[in-house]
């Protein structure tokens, strides 16, 4: 069911759905859906019949692929809101669009399985809202299933993630329903004394606000119901975490889910201001007044196959409606147009419905936009010309294949596709490898990937082969050295000339590259400069030693000498390629590989074995952790040529049991025999491309 009902901003909660996956948060978002009448019955993961998972690939893995906005409108006491949820996919392979769902909300609820407890993605997520500065509240669904011990989990939440973390509500008869601890301080619960739980959470509440904890110490009790805004204060600052009990099985404990977020969690008004930043980089505030200028920020982008590209935004700041004139960006870029928002709309999973007006807190989406991409920012001022969302943090993807069309005539509608998809996901890089004479699809996993090229098959119908890529290698420089080169050629008329003396610097790794231009008196005309810069870049591009792209490294051109007639473009842009190679050759060039961060989660009686493997693929065990279940989570460094079939390889240790994600942790120098190598390989290949 849909509603083009309009809600004030101080009526509206934002709320992203996020944690491990099969803890249960697309069955609890639709016991929210159903409890608060915007559907007749829950549906069903397991049948294809919810609302979030509407995609096929979804319906086939019974899993969410991608994040997915719903609402539903509840009443608690005399407060009628409307909840904005977005659910987001729970295993680490998806985790891009759970990510990518924090900018547009004021609180993430982060779902934990009673039967599964703290698990990797529970971890991450809490860390990255913490780091935007979100309130954090925590619900433990499945309460009503065997075998579970709550009093230890909450125990460990509480180890995990601090003595913030409060129930304020708790389970009985079994999880059959729950017992509200901030109004009540009596009531039978399965565990733990509603009274003691009632006053650990109003000493929380009252320590952020002198007035409240002055009138607690005075009379030694204080009305719940006063207690609004310094309970506002505390979930921002981050001095509560609260925790709700669930199950999304049953009901149980949903209706006292809804009533918390309408009574306690923020509205737009009062959450932590969002994290923009102007044109110098210094923060810029966002006011949540419909009557400002308008200021929305695009968190997913989704390329209907019907519909066409459509941008889902956040609304900041003023209102969007039909009539509402808005630029992608900056309105500074040279020719950019406005475009009419025609069809403002409202999201209810894969449905839409045409609203009046969208408000700060509304989340809205616009179609048929093609300049629209994944984190821009909308805006109606020139006022917002610059402001941008300041960027997320996300997994750097590692794990790629080389793809090649099947089909003869593919090769054009192979990049389209892949934009479009890349597009929607920000962990999903395309990578043109001019070298190898390559394409590289990069993502998170194997199942990452795998289900991008399901998604190629089943919606765009292309059909594409796969293979393992080259490693991502990297050069750079050990030491500074000085270049030379003039590059002179006569051939009857005008002829060419240019002579360049560079110094080559290296820099901090991570540093990337820097072009300095020290050139005095005019030896070299200053319109030339970028010619030598590009003759720079054109070995940077191709590498000196192994054929990988150089980092890492500072070019400084000091001196050099042109002719008045003979000195063009193309004889710099030759004379800076040769004095970089010249350069290249004194200072030590040496090859670095990429060290990915890995993280396995295993059971426990696999310690040994995972972590002698990983010894023998030239890794080092940084941690390790004990998780529920008799689990365990392994983290460590290890080179990510060295993880070639490692997953084949985890699944033979742990017998289908273990699982891993990895990011990217830095670039460091290979062995020598590595670089040896690597350097004799590069020199066979460019001299079969001589030969043929």
């Given at each position: ?16 759905v ?6 249960g ?17 829950a549906g069903?993961?397991?049948r ?19 994040a ?31 990510i ?13 399985s009673?039967t ?6 529970t ?10 500065n ?10 009503d299933?065997?075998n ?38 009596s009531?039978?619960a ?16 009252v ?10 110490l ?8 006063t ?25 149980a ?6 009533d ?8 737009p ?11 110098d980089?210094?923060?810029f ?36 409606t039909r009539?509402?004139?808005?630029y ?11 475009f ?30 093609e ?6 920012v ?68 194997e ?13 765009y ?12 290698y990297?050069?750079t ?9 003039r ?19 290296p820099?901090?790794?991570g ?5 300095v231009d ?23 591009a ?19 000498k ?6 063009k473009?193309?004889?710099f842009?030759?004379?800076?390629r ?50 529920a ?16 079939g ?8 742990t017998?289908?049991h ?9 670039y ?9 190598q690597l350097?004799?390989d590069?020199?066979?290949r ?7």
């Amino acid at each position: 069911m849909l509603t083009n009902h309009r809600f004030a901003t101080e009526a509206l909660r934002t709320v992203a759905v996020v944690g491990h996956g099969a803890a249960g948060k697309t069955t609890l978002v639709e016991q929210l859906l159903a409890k608060s009448g915007m559907i007749g019955a829950a549906g069903s993961v397991e049948r294809g019949t919810t609302v979030s998972d509407h995609d096929p690939q979804e319906k086939a893995v019974l899993h969410s692929l991608r994040a997915s906005v719903v609402h539903c409108d509840h009443a608690a006491g005399s407060v009628n809101a409307r909840i904005h949820l977005i659910d987001t996919p729970g295993y680490p392979d998806f985790i891009g669009q759970a990510i990518g769902a924090l900018d547009a909300v004021e609180t993430v609820m982060v779902v934990v399985s009673a039967t599964g407890g703290i698990e990797l993605v529970t971890r991450r997520m809490m860390d990255w809202a913490r780091r935007r500065n979100l309130c954090r509240m925590i619900v433990v669904n499945k309460i009503d299933h065997d075998n579970i011990r709550l009093p230890q989990l909450l125990a460990e939440l509480r180890e995990a993630f601090g003595a913030e973390v409060l129930p304020i509500n708790l389970p009985a008869d079994g999880g059959a329903r729950v017992i509200d601890c901030f109004d009540k301080d009596s009531g039978a619960a399965d565990f733990l004394s509603v009274a003691e739980v009632h006053r650990q959470v109003m000493e929380q509440v009252v320590e952020v606000d002198d007035a409240a904890m002055e009138k607690y110490l005075e009379e030694g009790a204080v009305d719940p119901t006063t207690l609004h805004g310094p309970l506002e204060k505390a979930l921002r600052e981050g001095h509560l975490i609260p925790v709700c009990f669930v199950s999304a099985r049953t009901g149980a404990g949903v209706q006292d889910l809804l009533d918390v977020m309408v009574r306690h969690l923020p509205n737009p008004a009062e959450g932590n201001p969002p994290l923009f930043v102007g044109r110098d980089g210094a923060p810029f505030k966002a006011e949540p007044d419909p009557r400002k200028h308008v200021l929305a920020h695009v968190f997913k982008v989704v390329n209907d196959p019907y519909v066409g590209k459509i941008g889902i935004f956040r609304v900041h700041q003023g209102t969007i409606t039909r009539d509402t004139q808005l630029y992608v960006g900056s309105r500074g870029d040279e020719g950019k147009k406005p475009f009419k928002v025609a069809h403002p709309l409202a999201l209810q999973g894969k449905d839409t419905v045409e609203v009046p007006a969208l408000v700060p807190g509304d989340i809205g989406a616009v179609a048929k936009v093609e300049e629209i991409e994944f984190d821009c920012v909308l805006h109606d001022s020139h006022d917002e010309d610059y402001v941008r969302m300041a960027p997320l943090e996300f997994p750097q993807p590692m794990f790629g294949l080389a793809i090649e069309p099947r089909r003869r005539g593919d090769e054009g509608r192979i990049s389209e596709v892949m934009a479009k998809i890349a597009a929607e996901d920000p962990t999903l890089v395309i990578e043109h490898d001019t070298v190898q004479n390559e394409t590289v699809l990069r993502g998170l996993s194997e199942l990452h990937l795998r289900s991008v090229l399901e998604r190629m098959s089943t919606q765009y119908k292309l059909e594409v082969t796969t293979r393992p890529p080259r490693v991502p290698y990297r050069e750079t420089i050990a030491a500074a050295a000085e270049g030379h080169a003039r590059h002179k050629k006569q051939t009857g008329g005008a002829g060419q000339f240019g002579e360049v003396f560079l110094r080559v610097e290296p820099l901090p790794r991570g540093a990337g590259f820097e072009f300095v231009d020290q050139v005095k008196g005019g030896v070299i005309p200053h319109n030339l400069i970028p010619a030598v810069e590009k003759g720079v870049r054109e070995v940077l591009a191709t590498g000196h030693i192994a054929g990988f792209a150089l980092q890492d490294l500072r070019v400084v051109v000091h001196d050099g000498k042109h002719h008045p007639v003979d000195s063009k473009e193309i004889a710099f842009v030759s004379a800076g390629r040769k004095a970089m190679l010249d350069a290249l050759e004194k200072a030590r060039p040496t090859v670095l590989e990429p060290i990915v961060r890995i993280e396995i989660v295993t059971p426990d009686a696999h310690m040994g074995d995972i972590t002698g493997d990983l010894s023998s693929r030239r890794g080092q065990v940084t941690g390790t952790g004990n998780l529920a279940g008799n689990l365990m989570v392994v983290q460590g460094i290890v080179p990510l040529a060295e993880l070639d079939g490692y997953a084949g390889r985890l699944k033979a240790i742990t017998q289908g049991h273990g699982s891993y994600a990895m990011e990217l942790a830095h670039y460091e120098a290979v062995p020598p025999a590595v670089q040896q190598q690597l350097a004799q390989d590069y020199k066979a290949r460019r001299k079969v491309d001589v030969d043929e």
